[in-house]
């Protein structure tokens, strides 16, 4: 265990990986369902998925207290992963009753209900489980939550070529196999957690990790930390995950397009012929996930190769470089449908060249983030402050149903945004490299004080 990585982060890999997929695969064909299927128009899919994904992201805060507070990471992680699996079913049902709104609207709202609770309870506590793993200083974590962050991305290139290919086939009453798919994926993640738990996920001296707080000093955890009171570095430390948390709202509203307006960008607009066969517009949120794993080790060389000669740059400046790579995605896009008639569709290169580059930004931001925050955590806080890091997510994606919403649709009025009219596509993806190029700027100017606040910590 001290060589090389211990074999519960592989166990918590491949539950992720299950969970992930279950999630994008449901994420890939949630707003064409909605379009499809429902008949619903962009905007009111749009503020759906921005109120479900801003929930899902939301409870993890609240998953985390009561991690913390009673049930500890393992059974909130059970839990929650079974909650997850009937979300699913539950939309499996709605979408078996396509045709007779009274019974798929319902079933609709109370399958994402669902979902949102078993989120909360889950994503939190496995994440904060990786870095309970390691001892305290341990050089490893870094490169673990880069694998952890890799299983991630297997299961979110896997998900909309299933889901989406069961789904997506332009049969309305297909969309329920998708979403099938994705409770069997919940199901098996939750499987491979429960089996392996105990036998594998324990810390550097093989105590098992995530017992309740009572049980965890039983099974004798040094628990002095989490009784010691909070000095000022921890404060200052608290602080810096705050402000980084703030930061990141505005690059994952940008990021989240891919399940809202690029996904109906996708369907609507892009040319999809290949070899005579249509590409389904849900396969096109698989690029950022494979190229994450093809590129993940590339970034950590880097990172590893700057660092060798101490010129790794700080957390902030490796997120605010992000921001950079967000605003070149849009900037090119926004190229490419400059002056676009709303019946011409362009080459599906442009889509890919935007999830390309995003996916650079995402690996100078996300896994650095989620290291980031289980370093400057107080141990008593640990799943709370993961929380608290979802919770930026969840504002972000309530953001960006509302910045889908703006989507210019021909018919429709023309969408204003704080006084900016969006008269076509050119105009629309223009405001996601302002909000990205801003957001990056700012970012990197506040760089020196909170590494200053980190205390040698970020």
């Given at each position: ?9 592989y166990?918590?890999?491949y ?22 299927a ?5 905007a ?15 409870m ?10 009673w ?20 939309m ?9 709104p009274?019974?798929s ?25 990786v ?7 341990d050089?490893?974590k870094?490169?673990a ?19 989406g ?31 392996f ?5 324990v ?15 039983a ?20 602080a810096v ?7 990141v ?28 066969w249509?590409?389904?517009a ?69 889509l ?28 008593k ?10 919770l ?10 509302v910045?889908?919403?703006f ?52």
């Amino acid at each position: 265990m001290t060589q090389g990585h211990p074999k519960g982060l592989y166990v918590l890999f491949y539950t992720e990986m299950w969970e992930r997929f279950s999630y994008y695969g449901m994420r890939a064909i949630l707003v064409l369902y909605m379009t499809n299927a429902l008949m619903f128009d962009v905007a009111r899919a749009s503020t759906v998925y921005g109120n479900f994904t801003g929930l899902a992201y939301l409870m993890p805060l609240a998953g985390g207290y009561i991690a913390d507070r009673w049930w500890g990471n393992r059974r909130s992680v059970l839990v929650g992963g079974l909650v997850m699996a009937l979300g699913q079913f539950v939309m499996f049902l709605s979408a078996s009753n396509w045709e007779n709104p009274a019974a798929s609207h319902p079933l609709l709202w109370t399958g994402l209900g669902i979902l949102i609770l078993g989120t909360g309870l889950f994503k939190a506590n496995i994440a904060s489980m990786v870095g309970s793993l390691y001892a305290p200083g341990d050089a490893k974590k870094d490169s673990a939550f880069t694998i952890f962050y890799m299983g991630i991305n297997i299961g979110a290139f896997l998900a909309p070529l299933v889901a989406g290919g069961l789904g997506d086939t332009g049969n309305p009453g297909d969309f329920r196999w998708g979403f099938l798919a994705a409770a069997i994926g919940m199901l098996l993640g939750t499987a491979i957690f429960q089996t392996f738990k105990d036998k594998h996920i324990v810390d550097a001296q093989g105590r098992p990790l995530g017992l309740p707080p009572k049980e965890s000093r039983a099974a004798g955890h040094d628990t002095s930390a989490h009784d010691a009171p909070l000095v000022k570095e921890d404060y200052e430390r608290v602080a810096v995950i705050f402000i980084l948390s703030f930061f990141v709202i505005f690059f994952w509203a940008c990021f989240e397009q891919a399940g809202a307006s690029l996904t109906v960008f996708a369907d609507r607009q892009t040319n999809r012929e290949l070899f005579g066969w249509t590409v389904p517009a849900s396969y096109f949120q698989s690029i950022n996930a494979v190229a994450i794993v093809l590129f993940a080790p590339v970034f950590a060389w880097i990172w590893g190769w700057l660092g060798k000669r101490r010129l790794d740059p700080p957390t902030p400046v490796k997120m605010s470089l992000g921001f950079v790579f967000m605003a070149l995605g849009y900037f090119v896009i926004s190229f490419g449908v400059d002056g676009l008639e709303p019946t011409t569709k362009v080459s599906m290169m442009w889509l890919v060249s935007l999830y390309l580059l995003h996916t650079f930004g995402e690996l100078c931001l996300s896994p650095i983030g989620l290291s980031a925050v289980s370093k400057l955590s107080p141990p008593k806080f640990a799943s709370l402050m993961m929380g608290v890091w979802y919770l930026a997510s969840s504002l972000a994606n309530k953001m960006a149903g509302v910045l889908s919403s703006f989507y210019p649709e021909e018919g429709q009025p023309t969408p204003v945004l704080l006084g900016y009219e969006i008269t076509d596509l050119h105009d629309f993806f223009l405001v996601f490299v302002a909000i990205s190029a801003f957001g990056g700027v700012v970012l990197f100017l506040l760089a020196r004080p909170l590494v200053k606040w980190s205390h040698g910590r970020a």
